[in-house]
């Protein structure tokens, strides 16, 4: 029995006994208690799964009652990178959500299906066979449809959003179901060294790419199957809503990674292509929806959208580089994607949180009547403005970093030795150049619009004038998982060559750690250094800054005189920018892929043509998917259902007639 098997059954164990504490009839003892069992939880899967990445052998099995192989859980070094990911989330959203939850998020279902949720997603990483990722991935699901679920009483969205949930979640089941069994029936067995053995030019391994892309897709929320995200996520109780963005996605990207990775390694290029397209579609298409919209969470689960885009987007780049023989471009890129999935949970997990804070403190999560947050709400603010650093992909964040790498693998990818690979990679990967400047102009957009309508200026609501600080529990949480987004970003270096380590096929021979703990690309010689550049900054802005004091002092001015906007007297709240005006000049931009629906209506002044009272203008945007692809589905589904209370009308008549009709079908078919 090795550390991995305890770790293992350390992580089932106490996941049984938060569920056993969920029954306890206090709210308080109840939320102090299973809250606490689930962060020790993922402290469990924390070690778990530095063990696994460090080479640490051996499993666990489970044998079950049906006469059927046992379940095995034997994590590779991959699985318990992703097995930390989940963990170290699961760790800091137990905490929050021990002393913030009340109410329907603090019941005793709540709690029950939180270690559910937690253990699913802990386990999935650590699967060996088609079956025991089956079964913990409904687990996952299930958990995480229940913690939807709990609010329904409060709000009809709710239902409406658990629905599109399960559904997708269903559909994504299913695809990954048929996946597994085209391979399977191909490998003859079901065990993952049993299904690597498919040759991944064979028929069978392109069905099986594609059924388990769309399958494990769904779950990302890539574009078109990301529907379900700008539903549940802003419904969802908010430290689930970070556990789902920040974890539960990345089980759709660790999915997609065992499959071209794992278990059909060295596809052909067009399995690169389409993770491209799908990866770029939904990079750009999340934040567009992200930079328009004024519902923080909303806002928050389409950027979601976008940051998995651009991780399954460095999937497809390094899928594609390597059927050219781009190793190093192509094992730079790989790094690229989980560098990226690291730092997307890092800094997702503290702006979902962070936007918990303040929906509880002010009952809004609309951007349109917040602002002024920054002084009632301090901590909150300062971690959500880093981790808006993050997620917008400026320096000394962990976002930068990744994408910066992204961007080295992509520009060194189109040539070796001075020569051009191929036409393909010669047009796909300036075309995926831009697709990742798009996306980050828009995301600093975006986030700089979150942050500053959200946090600064003059309060816009006397609920968020009366504001008040989160726990303090949650603001160490908050300070946490913000200290993570900054340490990565400034000392990227031991995480970059750790992601490499896990990775079959040696990439750590492209990366190695430089400088002041920064990054070296060996094979393109290109080195990052974010402590040097921060020291050299901070040199450079104290000079400025002595330089412009000294002038002032020298020759002081003193202007009476008010400036508009910028001083002398403050505006009223209404005459400050809103979420909608600041995103305006995109959705003009973007007019006709964002179609919005517009409307002015002007109340005049008695019978007068020309005086006005009032004029009120609204502005609203519909997931263009949703509206073009899922609607018609779901009409066309509503009239056969609609046919079928025909069919089944209640008469015993009509009922005894179809029996009747099945028994002639299957004397037919059997005598034939």
Known sequence: MTPVYWGLLAEIVLAGAAAAFAFLPGERARSRLAGGTCAALGAAGVVTGVLAMTGGAGGLEIAVAVPVEPLRFAPDPLGGLFIVLASSVGLLISLAGAVSVHGAAASRTAWLALPLFLVGMQLVPAAADAPSFLLVWEAMALGSTILLLAGHTASRRVSSATVWYAVMSQLSFLLIVAGFAVLSAAAGGTSFAALSSVSPTSAPA??????????????AGLVPLHVWLPRAHPEAPSHVSAAMS????????????????????GGPDWWGILLLVLGGVSAVYGILQASIAS???????????ENVGLIVLAIGASVL??????????????????????????????????????????????????????????????????????????????????????????????????????????IAMPLV??????????????????????????PRSAAVAEAHESPVLVRVVLVIAAAGV??????????????????????????????LLGVDLVAFDAILDPVALVLLAGVLATLVVAATVQAAWRHPQRIDA??????????????????????????????????????????????????????????????????????PVLRVVDRFGVLARRIQNGSIHLYLTYSFIAIIVVLVVATL
């Open 206 to 219: 392109a069905v099986a790419v594609v059924l388990l892309v769309l399958g494990f897709g769904s779950k």
């Open 246 to 265: 920040a974890a539960m996605v990345k089980m759709g990207v660790y999915g997609i990674l065992v499959v071209v990775v794992r278990l059909v390694p």
């Open 295 to 305: 519902d923080l969470k909303v806002l928050l689960a389409y950027s979601t959208t």
């Open 321 to 426: 580089l390597s059927a050219h023989g781009v190793d190093a471009a192509a094992g730079c890129a790989l790094v690229a994607a989980l560098l990226l999935a690291v730092s997307h949970a890092v800094f997702k997990v503290t702006l979902f949180l962070a936007a918990g804070s303040v929906l509880h403190a002010t009952g809004e999560r609309n951007l349109d009547r917040l602002g002024g947050l920054g002084r009632r709400m301090p901590w909150t603010a300062a971690a959500f403005g880093i981790a808006a650093l993050g997620a917008a992909a400026l320096p000394i964040s962990s976002g930068f970093v990744a994408e910066w790498m992204l961007l080295q693998s992509l520009v060194h990818g189109t040539r070796v030795d001075g020569v051009p690979v191929s036409v393909t990679v010669s």
């Open 433 to 458: 150049v831009a697709v990742v400047a798009l996306t980050a102009g828009l995301g600093v957009l975006t986030f700089v619009k979150a942050y500053g309508i959200g946090f600064l200026a003059r």
């Open 486 to 515: 900054v340490l990565l970003g400034l000392v990227p270096g031991p995480l970059a060559t750790a992601v490499a380590s896990v990775l079959p096929g040696g990439p750590e021979a492209v990366v190695a750690t430089a400088g």
């Open 562 to 631: 008010s400036v508009w906007g910028g001083g002398g007297l403050r505006a009223q709240p209404r005459m400050q920018y809103t979420a909608t005006s600041f995103a305006e000049p995109v959705v003009r931009v973007f007019d006709d892929v964002l179609q919005p629906a517009r409307d002015v209506e002007v109340t005049h002044a008695g019978e007068s043509r020309y005086l006005v009272n009032r004029v009120t203008f609204s502005q609203s945007v519909t997931d263009l998917v949703e509206r073009g692809l899922y609607r």
